[in-house]
Antibody, heavy 118, light 107 residues
Framework: EVQLVQSGAEVKKPGESLKISCKGS????????IGWVRQMPGKGLEWMGI????????RFSPSFQGQVAISADKSINTAYLQWSSLKASDTAMYYC???????????WGQGTLVTVSS | AIQLTQSPSSLSASVGDRVTITCRAS??????LAWYQQKPGKPPKLLIY???SLQSGVPSRFSGSGSDTDFTLTISSLQPEDFATYYC?????????FGGGTKVEIK
């Protein structure tokens, strides 16, 4: 079974750093792009960026370029989303998803809720 | 960046109704469009890819059509489990953007 399992909910203070993870199983992890999607409370989906674990090729939305880092460790089938200095406005649910070629996100993680509050 | 405009932003419908949601791209994207369904507290679920291809396991009452800049998602006979929010997403060029969503509510 193809599966993406994300790390658990986080509560952080403004200015703190954070790295959340997304572990793939049931398929060849290096052969599919992994995307990250933000959903702020009560709002729609926002595409943040994507990584190809095979060679770590990464693309970002201009809205998130420089605000987050995306990485992957193919030896443990895990992708990461990272902040160096969180802001209250980073409070959101973050999803990872597997991109099937260029046609759709066919498998999603369960989401990681990040709360940033002083 | 390509922008996707969904309409309506919300609609009320009854079980058994035919429902149509539209997604308009700011520039041509051929057929590089997907549709998702999201229920509260859950991740999105892929319904349609390549504008009109039904994802495996998705009921046949869901269908997609369109090309270039204008796309539609149709639910032929709305079922109780279909009340949710629907999003389109393009796969033409990076950044890959989502539409603003359409919330389908019970009338």
């Amino acid at each position: 079974e193809v599966q993406l399992v994300q790390s658990g909910a986080e509560v952080k203070k403004p200015g703190e750093s954070l790295k959340i993870s997304c572990k793939g199983s049931g398929y060849r992890f290096t052969n599919y792009w992994i995307g990250w999607v933000r959903q702020m409370p009560g709002k729609g989906l926002e595409w943040m960026g994507i990584i190809y674990p095979g060679d770590s090729d990464t693309r970002f939305s201009p809205s998130f370029q420089g605000q987050v880092a995306i990485s992957a460790d193919k030896s443990i089938n895990t992708a990461y989303l990272q902040w160096s200095s969180l802001k209250a406005s980073d409070t959101a649910m973050y999803y990872c998803a597997r991109q099937d070629d260029y046609s759709g996100y066919d498998c999603w993680g369960q989401g990681t809720l990040v709360t940033v509050s002083s | 960046a390509i922008q996707l405009t969904q309409s309506p932003s919300s609609l009320s419908a009854s079980v058994g109704d035919r429902v149509t949601i539209t997604c308009r791209a700011s520039q041509g994207i051929v057929s590089a469009l997907a549709w998702y369904q999201q229920k509260p507290g859950k991740p999105p679920k892929l319904l349609i890819y390549d504008a009109s291809s039904l994802q495996s396991g998705v009921p046949s009452r869901f269908s997609g059509s369109g090309s270039d800049t204008d796309f539609t998602l149709t639910i032929s006979s709305l079922q109780p489990e279909d009340f949710a929010t629907y999003y389109c997403q393009h796969f033409d060029t990076y950044p890959l953007t989502f539409g603003g969503g359409t919330k389908v509510e019970i009338k």
